[in-house]
């Protein structure tokens, strides 16, 4: 994607390439740590099995995007060396060797503990040949009903070259033997499995012989695939599965019209260059010879597999086994005190700004600000940011009936949000139809700043005024993922917090120079060069003789000059600590270099994903939170926002529930070696143990808040 080359960041690194790691072993080490959760006998079992299936969908978006950049680099010839100063040749040995070894362990855990502890539980996968009489009728049966209507045999034969697949469909290679109905004596074939069938079907209790009795599709149509071809004989049957490259490319300075263009590019996302082929494990050599070469694939990109090729689809079953006691033990949100005390959400924010913190708190507060919104006469305009919201969306609907009510609505649709472009386009061209603003953002730059301004007419004590009522987060505006990550929402009616709020919206919307901003730190304009000098400060504070700290939580750490900074405030003496819970190429602990800094992640039941600054700064405890990680992306490619915490109560609370309960945490945690690997904190025989999200889930459910 083409950027605006003025506001661009491009220097060398201050220390030597040894002193920083590699970006996607980085990910690849953070994969190992949530596959560690379904290795770990202490997770419930279905949890367990869902891990397992998360690490399979975070491999595919890994080998869609990073691995595929990195093969196309290496396609290019580019001798290009990053920061940890080795090639993309280099890189991808080392990614391919590990993505193997993980893969090979994730299907060593799935067949011989998790689908074994399962079946002890009546939870059983039926292989084929295990199936009685009764059970082999009813799912041929099922293949004649359900399946076989839906399939479309593609014989190999100069008439019929091998098929366009899909990007991670459900396929099966068939060899056969004999003449077909016009003499034709093809030894081969492609079945591909539509997508709109499941992959997983449930028997009837009484016929499976246990409360919850599932069987594979790949099982059914292995059985039956000899009806796909009447009068010959199948030699053997092997599914398998091709990832491609998924990555976008719209060159946004060339495109008149941005939705049209991106419209017109998503179908072939489904058929960028392969760069991954999973086969079963019997699987012909001759067969996995045949579909490398149609791929344009080698070895070092075959991954055979004892099992489903696709363990993504097996995330179905824990939602359909009905077995809590196998499952993380059920909570309610809780809700601030504040929201309570007050008749409408409008006057709880007139007395006091609210923190939200998910997802042990509620993300109602935010649905009912806009739902309220909606019917409020006194409401003038509405203007909302859009990164992820999903397909289905009250939010965006609420947004809708508002257009439709008369109100003033802006919505920013960030068209280029991966994966979710479909969607968003959707929901922009409804919002359109009701007459809604709609804009997408500044070209070139990814608006990921997490936004929502209500503009509300009121009698002041002059008059007549209009107020804002401003939501800011660190995460989506998505009711489903507020359940599943853990972020900071700040509701608000500060005078001046608003005035920058509306001054970022007018700069997406309209035209203009950035102006400076009272409160918030902004990509690409501020919150790189403010992240550096509030380092700087702690740096100069330990010069000094003085106290310095400097405590972060993100997603991902890997812009160089920040890692930079951070090692020369370690060299000055300032105390830090990194919470990442992905990619850190930062090494701590070094002597000399880092020896101040230690690196942890956590890794639970939710996905950890708010990014909270904490720098010490004299005493005065600056706590920002922000949309942004600390990459090059976030900081020059990007909208982000970075907004501080004014309210000493919930400043206070940010620390305590943001930062200091996970530095205590001696049960979810992993500690970062100077070598970029990890090791599970352990606690002494004494001490208690500590889990952040166990203890979040207990301080804010409902009436302890």
Not at 348 to 356: E, K, N, Q, S, V
Not at 419 to 438: C, M, P, S
Not at 443 to 471: F, N, P, W
Not at 657 to 683: C, F, I, T
Request: aromatic residues 8%; proline residues 5%; hydrophobic residues 40%.
């Amino acid at each position: 994607m083409n950027t605006r080359p003025t506001l661009l960041r491009s220097r060398r690194q201050r220390f030597p390439a040894d002193n920083y790691l590699n970006r996607e072993l980085g990910l690849l080490a953070f994969n190992r740590r949530v596959l560690a959760q379904a290795q770990n006998a202490a997770t419930p079992l279905l949890e367990r099995l869902r891990f397992l299936c998360i690490v399979s969908s975070n491999l595919d978006e890994f080998f869609e995007i990073r691995a595929a950049g990195i093969k196309e680099q290496i396609k290019l010839g580019s001798s290009f060396r990053g920061t940890d100063g080795r090639t993309a040749a280099e890189v991808f040995r080392l990614l391919a060797d590990e993505a193997h070894a993980i893969v090979a362990e994730q299907y060593e855990l799935l067949n011989h503990e998790i689908l074994p502890k399962l079946a002890d539980e009546g939870v059983r996968f039926l292989r084929r040949a295990s199936w009685n009489e009764a059970q082999r009728e009813w799912i041929f049966d099922h293949f004649m009903r359900e399946v076989m209507p839906l399939l479309t045999p593609i014989g190999l034969d100069p008439s019929h070259p091998f098929p366009r697949v899909l990007n991670k469909s459900l396929n099966f290679a068939v060899e056969l033997e004999g003449k077909d109905a016009f003499g034709r004596s093809s030894n081969a074939a492609i079945v591909q499995a539509p997508r709109l069938l499941p992959r997983v079907i449930r028997l009837p209790e009484e016929l499976a012989g246990c409360p919850y009795g599932f069987v594979f599709l790949s099982s059914i149509l292995h059985a039956f695939v000899g009806h796909l071809f009447a009068g010959m004989t199948v030699k053997g049957c092997y599914q398998f599965r091709v990832t491609r490259n998924s990555d976008l490319f719209v060159d946004e300075e060339e495109v008149k019209n941005l939705r049209a263009k991106i419209q017109g590019e998503l179908p072939q996302r489904h058929f960028g260059d392969a760069v991954r082929l999973e086969v079963a494990d019997d699987c012909s050599p001759q067969m996995q010879r045949f579909l490398l070469e149609q791929f344009g694939l080698a070895e070092d990109d075959l991954y055979s597999v004892s099992g489903p090729v696709n363990l993504v689809r097996l995330m179905q079953v824990p939602d359909s086994v009905d077995r809590p006691d196998l499952k993380f033990p059920g909570f309610t949100p809780g809700v601030p005190a504040a929201l309570a005390k007050k008749p409408t959400i409008f006057s709880a924010i007139r007395a006091g700004d609210i923190l939200l913190h998910h997802p042990y708190q509620s993300f109602t507060p935010v649905i009912e600000m806009l739902e309220t919104a909606v019917t409020d006469p006194k409401v003038v305009a509405i203007k909302m940011t859009v990164y992820r919201t999903g397909t289905d969306s009250v939010l965006m609907r609420s947004l809708i009936r508002a257009a439709q009510a008369g109100k003033e609505v802006t919505v920013v649709v960030e068209l280029m949000a991966r994966f979710d472009e479909e969607a968003n386009i959707g929901w922009a061209t409804k919002l359109e139809e009701v007459g809604a603003h709609v804009v997408y953002g500044v070209v070139g730059y990814k608006t990921h700043a997490k936004m929502l301004m209500i503009v509300r007419r009121e009698e002041g004590k002059a008059g007549s005024v209009l107020r804002r009522y401003v939501h800011l987060g660190t995460g989506n505006y998505h009711p489903r993922t507020a359940r599943l990550y853990t972020d900071f929402g700040l509701l608000t009616c500060n005078e001046e917090i608003g005035a920058d709020v509306n001054e970022v919206f007018k700069q997406l919307t309209g035209l203009g120079r950035a102006q400076t901003l009272k409160h918030l730190w902004q990509a690409p304009f501020s919150l790189h060069a403010n992240i550096i000098a509030a380092i700087d400060e702690e740096t100069q504070a330990a010069r000094a003789g003085k106290r310095a700290r400097i405590i972060a939580k993100m997603n991902s750490l890997l812009e160089p000059e920040t890692i930079d900074r951070l090692y020369e405030a370690s060299q000055a003496g300032v105390k830090i600590d990194l919470i990442v819970r992905g990619v850190c190429t930062l090494r701590p602990g070094i002597k000399g270099l880092s020896e101040n800094i230690r690196v942890r992640s956590v890794v639970g039941r939710f996905l950890e994903h708010h990014r909270i600054f904490h720098f010490h700064a004299g005493g005065k405890e600056k706590v920002i939170l922000s949309s942004a990680d600390w990459m090059d992306r976030n900081f020059f490619r990007r909208i982000e926002l970075g907004f501080p915490i004014l309210d000493k109560k919930l400043k206070q609370r940010v620390i305590n529930e943001g930062l200091k309960v996970y530095l205590a945490d001696n049960v979810q945690a992993w500690d970062m070696r100077p070598d970029g690997s990890y090791h599970k904190k352990r606690r002494g025989t004494r001490s208690k143990p500590r889990c952040a999200q166990c203890e979040l889930i207990e301080a804010l459910k409902p009436g302890a808040a």
